[in-house]
């Protein structure tokens, strides 16, 4: 009686000679194939499949991005369902992707197309507005064992590469939308009804409710005209141990804010309510007590807004006695506009920063509008003292005077190159260095030597104005070095 296995036997009759190869082999032979080719593949043989089914798992349910639908959301939970899938996801990405039924792009649907649209749309503020999209996250993470990081962003990452350079890592269902009624959803528009608050707020809830032990936590917005706002951080009383729970595991938490959503600046006449804009944020953040990564930008932040957060981080409230992240590591700011006492304060609440990141930030200068002076110079000599700093970044810096124009502060002179371990970016804007705490210390001394401001030209004398019988070009308009921020490294993989 023969032994030999049928799926041997199988295999030979079907040439499936690749069965037969080393397992290495198979996965370098494939490594060229596009996901729908990999995909036919592995229903053609059995060897094959099992062959292939750690890379598939790794490369395709590891990290995993979803977005605000039926169908999507379902998807997310058949794959906590699954073996071998809910074992291996770790990442859990919610696309901003949204139905805009104001948007211009609508008007040359079908009457079929546009039905199919405005269906998505009903079901999509269903899902936020009833308990229907809460019930469908706490299911899937509750079968999601290790799931570590929750990361909720504007966009879709360009990295996948098996498809070639211009695919993208879609939300899952947001293809299939686009195919139906003939219109991509938007990711990065004018969010209006606060969508990404309102998800971060939804995707929170159903955590806290399953009780997941998050790691990271993020959010990335590269559109800068939105962010979280104050009432995304609303956590409900009843509801606080369990919260409680799931942001006290989060070490690495990475936020764009948009504190300003919902008030006149222009209007404010009492400086509390300024306080007031960022109270259910500051209850927040002291609930991530064992936070060690910490990045905010500050997206469209007024400038006493983004003040007061920051003198809170640097001298929380008095009557509390439990220290705000006491084991902060690593801290990143960007997007803002402060006085650089307070980012100097904010260095000497937490001395033991190894990696600091200072980007697109605008400091106040409160000196005579006649008096020109480098006020980034205190900020980097305090990095300089810093004694475990081993990375430094800062990017785009900027000042002005209380009413004044916006300036570029150069790290270097054009003419002068960096040193070998240096990545230097836009002439001289941006530099980021790694090393030893006395390389580190160094090479802060020596850019706070040469770094200068770039001053506008000195306006003629008025007498000389009036002898000169042509117009002038004038020369303080405010320069925008704004380039593609993708929220101070992107964490795309």
């Not at 509390?272 to 905010?296: G, P």
């Not at 920063?353 to 106040?364: A, C, E, F, H």
Request: proline share 5%; with cysteine; aromatic share 8%.
């Amino acid at each position: 009686m023969s032994t030999q296995d049928p799926l041997d036997t199988m295999d030979k009759q079907n040439g499936c000679g690749l069965a037969t190869l080393p397992v290495e082999l198979i996965m370098r032979i494939t490594y060229t194939l596009t996901t729908s080719d990999l995909s036919s593949l592995r229903l053609t043989c059995k060897r094959i499949t099992d062959a292939l089914s750690s890379q598939y798992i790794r490369e395709f349910f590891t990290k995993k991005q979803f977005m605000l639908s039926e169908f999507s959301l379902k998807a997310l939970v058949d794959i906590s369902k699954h073996e071998a899938y809910s074992q291996s996801l770790t990442h859990v990405i919610f696309g901003l992707d949204h139905f805009e039924l104001q948007d211009a792009g609508t008007r040359d649907l079908s009457s079929e197309q546009l039905t199919e649209y405005r269906a998505g749309h009903a079901e999509q503020q269903y899902l936020i507005s009833s308990s229907r999209g809460q019930l469908l996250l706490v299911e899937a993470f509750r079968n999601l064992p290790r799931l570590e990081t929750i990361d909720i962003r504007d966009f879709s990452s360009n990295r996948r590469s098996r498809d070639g350079p211009t695919r993208k890592w879609c939300s899952y269902g947001a293809p299939t939308i686009c195919k139906k009624t003939g219109r991509e959803l938007t990711t990065s528009g004018y969010p209006r009804g606060d969508f990404a608050s309102k998800t971060f707020a939804l995707v929170l809830a159903a955590a806290a409710e399953a009780g997941v032990r998050l790691s990271k936590l993020e959010v990335i917005c590269r559109n800068k005209t939105w962010g979280l706002t104050d009432f995304a951080f609303y956590v409900p009383p009843a509801l606080e141990p369990a919260y409680d729970s799931v942001l006290a595991g989060i070490r690495v938490l990475n936020l764009d804010l948009y504190p300003g959503l919902g008030l006149d600046f222009g209007r404010i006449t009492n400086p509390e309510e300024y306080r007031v804009a960022t109270v259910m944020l500051k209850k927040f953040l002291r609930r991530t007590t064992n936070v060690t990564h910490l990045r905010l930008n500050l997206q469209h932040a007024s400038h006493t807004a983004a003040q007061t957060l920051i003198e809170w981080i640097g001298h929380p409230d008095p009557d509390s006695d439990d220290p705000l992240f006491p084991a902060l590591d690593d801290l990143s700011l960007g997007s803002l506009e402060v006085k650089p006492e307070t980012i100097v304060s904010l260095l000497n609440k937490f001395p033991k920063l190894t990696s600091v990141g200072l980007r697109r930030m605008v400091l106040i200068d409160a000196s005579a509008d006649d008096v020109r002076g480098n006020v980034w110079l205190p900020v980097v000599n305090r990095l300089a003292k810093l004694e475990e700093l081993k990375h430094v970044h800062l990017g785009f810096m900027r000042q002005r005077k209380e009413h004044g124009v916006i300036i570029d502060v150069s790290l270097f002179e054009l003419a002068k190159r960096p040193g070998p371990t240096m990545k230097i970016y836009a002439a001289s804007l941006e530099g980021d260095f790694y090393g030893s705490p006395r390389r580190v210390r160094e090479w802060l001394l020596n850019t706070a030597r040469e770094m200068y401001v770039q001053w506008p030209p000195e306006i003629e004398d008025a007498d000389e104005l009036d002898e000169d019988d042509g117009d002038g070009e004038g020369s303080d308009e405010e320069h925008d070095s704004d380039g593609d921020d993708d929220g101070n490294g992107d964490d795309e993989e």
